[in-house]
């Protein structure tokens, strides 16, 4: 399987919930982390260009953002989880806007859960993996930041978890820096599609 070839990118819906985004039938590939994981940095990375607002401020995408790639299918930026600065109810709508997208979105083919090596796994990000789980939908582990560690603190990471979230399936590594699994991201991407 050759990688997604990302042609064009448009911001084509910012919404509070996901049932007031595109009514189309295209398909949807989604990605999920907890706040400041990297997400931003991630589909700049993959779309080739500076869309997806990067903040040093976790916890910036509050709302459900839709890219049109292509015009054949929609990346789907959903908000960052776990910041503790926001008031309790917000981080529950947040929650909620997420598993709710997560269970009823049809369309949903792929979702990229984003996971920081570097810090322990949260019970948020087994809840992600349930949800898809629960959703159906196929799951593609990325760990983000991977240029910050050793390799051999990497691959220990991978296989926590491997355990932890992948059934056994080591995540892949991403650097938005040294564009470290770009075109593993985008060949996943591509057989989700398929």
């Given at each position: 399987m050759s990688p997604v070839r990302i042609?064009?990118?448009?911001?084509?819906?910012?919404?509070?919930?996901?049932?007031?985004g595109p009514k189309d039938a295209l398909p949807q590939v989604a990605f999920a982390g907890r706040s400041n994981v990297g997400k931003s940095s991630l589909l700049n990375s993959v779309f080739g260009q500076r869309l997806a607002a990067v903040s040093k401020?976790?916890?910036?995408?509050?709302?459900?953002?839709?890219?049109?790639?292509?015009?054949?299918?929609?990346?789907?930026?959903?908000?960052?989880?776990?910041?503790a600065r926001t008031g309790?109810?917000?981080?529950?709508?947040?929650?909620?806007?997420v598993s709710a997208y997560l269970l009823e979105e049809e369309r949903l083919r792929l979702?990229?859960?984003?996971?920081?090596?570097?810090?322990?796994?949260?019970?948020?990000?087994?809840?992600?993996?349930?949800?898809?789980?629960?959703?159906?939908a196929s799951l593609l582990l990325v760990m983000t930041k991977a240029d910050r560690m050793s390799r051999g603190a990497?691959?220990?990471a991978a296989a926590?978890?491997?355990?932890?979230?992948g059934d056994g399936v080591?995540?892949?590594?991403?650097?938005?820096?040294?564009?470290?699994?770009?075109k593993d991201i985008l060949t996943a991407i591509a057989g989700a599609l398929a």
């Amino acid at each position: 399987m050759s990688p997604v070839r990302i042609e064009n990118v448009t911001l084509r819906a910012t919404v509070a919930e996901h049932g007031k985004g595109p009514k189309d039938a295209l398909p949807q590939v989604a990605f999920a982390g907890r706040s400041n994981v990297g997400k931003s940095s991630l589909l700049n990375s993959v779309f080739g260009q500076r869309l997806a607002a990067v903040s040093k401020t976790p916890g910036k995408t509050r709302t459900i953002n839709y890219y049109l790639v292509n015009n054949q299918c929609y990346f789907v930026d959903l908000p960052g989880y776990g910041f503790a600065r926001t008031g309790r109810e917000q981080r529950q709508t947040w929650g909620r806007n997420v598993s709710a997208y997560l269970l009823e979105e049809e369309r949903l083919r792929l979702v990229v859960g984003l996971v920081d090596p570097r810090v322990p796994t949260s019970p948020l990000d087994v809840d992600l993996v349930g949800f898809v789980r629960q959703a159906g939908a196929s799951l593609l582990l990325v760990m983000t930041k991977a240029d910050r560690m050793s390799r051999g603190a990497l691959a220990q990471a991978a296989a926590r978890l491997a355990r932890e979230l992948g059934d056994g399936v080591p995540p892949l590594a991403f650097s938005a820096r040294t564009g470290a699994g770009h075109k593993d991201i985008l060949t996943a991407i591509a057989g989700a599609l398929a």
